[in-house]
């Protein structure tokens, strides 16, 4: 009876899971340079971070125009988005594809606007990003640009202690 009741368990979390880890819908914002929202087939709202790249903040130099290049892109467009898991704040992390072709990460790559991941860098993005760098793409022009996760850490530093 036990290991009935764990199968049944065992299949309800992982359709779940796997309800989850594909979706089809429409973006109907773009928060910043690479994070959207989107409304799926479902009429369910999620917040999805392209996975494997972070763009500049906005506030940041690069931040304005990373967010509106993804913007021109891809809001009211359809997509199609393969979660790959969630951050340490539990949005989403996907990799989505314009109406079943773009790859947005490697546009924001290609044009200077995103910086592969601090962790784990996927190879086949790292290339991308080598290459704007090396032709001087968009943050690539300035010499030493500071990558959003120093620029983060330096905004959180920034803000007053409350006690």
Known sequence: MKRIAFFIVGLIFSTT???????????????????????ADDNESYKIMLFGIDSPELGQEFGDKAHKFLQKMILDKKIYVRIQGKDRWGTRLGIILIEGKIDPRFELLEAGLAWTAERNPIEELELVKEKAKEKGKGLWKAPDPTPPWIYRRQQTMLEPKSR
């Open 17 to 39: 899971v796997f309800a989850e880890v594909e979706l089809n819908g429409k973006v109907t914002a773009v928060l910043d340079g690479n994070t959207i929202e989107m409304v």
